[in-house]
């Protein structure tokens, strides 16, 4: 080897020895200790563990309820696949069921409760109506509601019923009064509502002229859902004909099945079977066109089936309600006038 090329690799060598003594080292180090429990943590993922699942306790009603739901037959009914009898006497579980006149149905039972039979000629005749509650779309369905239906013949229904009527005008304060309105006012009686003298909680059914709502406003935050609009049919110009509805009206409540949701139910009374049958048609008549004024805008029937009994009897009679059903033709400007009217409530109650 040359000089010059021993001298070249003296001369590296150096540097290189400098280098790595001059220049900062890129060997991570750690100046700290582990996380306490880290290394633990770690070794805990990678042993999966099964967690035990424990069984909450279920209360005896509620033990296999899916199954019993399962097995509950449906209260929809359909006999329309069914045929119709030929026969006198038949089985009835084989066949339709027989739609009664009206006036048949009530001399039916008439006959089960003469003297002697049930010894109940004065009995209350029942109503028994399955609704299809399913809404303008499949997965919506028609919420609870209760409703009086006034009805042209009056009968003794057991319930009592008082009324609070607001009014500015004096003469519409004591036509409310005369037709069985127990408490009557205007804005004195507001007052004294605000103050405590006089408490809403005595009163089952709040009624009001639409002079007076724009005072009633202030009173909204203690009527809640008994402020008086035009839907419930609490506000209204004519005070005496919505009293005598609310004392003299038949109380209904439609119910839908919490499993069957689109299955309703109502059942109330028309009468007592010692009335005239035409009355108690008028009165039947009534309800059926209270209760479809309330129906869905949807396709299809809102009522599913009438059924007329009275107790003690068990036998119930089925009648057709599509009788005293109008025609949509004349139902539709009814209801937009209704709409109309609940329009200009709300702008008024704001």
């Keep these: 080897m040359s000089f010059i090329a021993s001298r070249i690799l003296a001369n590296n060598s150096v540097l290189s020895w400098s280098r790595i003594f001059s220049e900062p080292s890129c060997i991570p180090v750690r100046n700290y200790a582990a996380r306490r429990g880290t290394r633990e943590r770690k070794m805990k993922k990678k042993v999966k563990k099964e967690e035990e699942v424990k069984v909450k306790f279920i209360p005896h009603n509620e033990r296999d309820k899916e199954k019993l739901l399962a097995a509950r037959p449906k209260l929809k009914f359909d006999d329309s696949w069914k045929g119709l009898p030929i026969d006198d006497v038949y089985s009835m579980k084989y066949y339709r069921w027989k739609i009664y006149p009206f006036e048949e149905a009530v001399q039916c039972h008439r006959e089960t409760h003469h003297p002697d039979m049930y010894n109940e000629p004065n009995a209350s005749l029942h109503v028994h109506i399955e609704l299809n509650m399913q809404g303008e779309k499949k997965t919506r369905f028609v919420e609870n509601f209760n409703r009086i239906a006034a009805v042209p013949f009056k009968f003794d229904h057991g319930e009592e019923r008082t009324i609070v009527a607001f009014s500015k005008d004096v003469a519409v304060q004591k036509e409310a009064l005369d037709a069985g309105a127990e408490l009557a006012g205007g804005v004195d009686l507001i007052k004294q509502i605000q103050s405590g003298a006089v408490l809403l909680q005595n009163f089952q059914f709040i ?113 057709d309600h599509k009788l005293y059903i109008k025609s949509e033709e004349k139902e539709k400007p009814a209801r937009e006038n209704e709409e109309e009217d609940d329009d200009l409530g709300e702008r008024v109650a704001l």
Excluded: Q
Excluded at 221 to 245: A, E, H, I, Y
Excluded at 280 to 300: H, M, W, Y
């Design 207 to 319: 009624i009001a002229h639409p002079d007076i709502l724009p005072e009633l406003v202030p009173l909204r935050g203690l009527m809640r859902r008994r402020f008086p609009n035009p839907k419930s049919g609490t506000l209204d110009v004519d005070l005496n004909t919505v009293t005598k509805r609310f004392i003299h009206g038949v109380s209904y409540s439609a119910k839908k099945d919490e499993v069957e949701k689109d299955f309703g139910l109502v059942e109330t009374i028309i009468g007592t079977l010692d009335m005239d049958s035409k009355h108690l048609e008028a009165n039947f008549a009534a309800l059926i066109e209270d209760l479809n004024s309330v129906r869905p805008k949807r396709e299809g029937d809102f009522i599913s089936r009438c059924l007329l009994w009275s107790p003690p009897s068990r036998e119930r009679f089925k009648v």
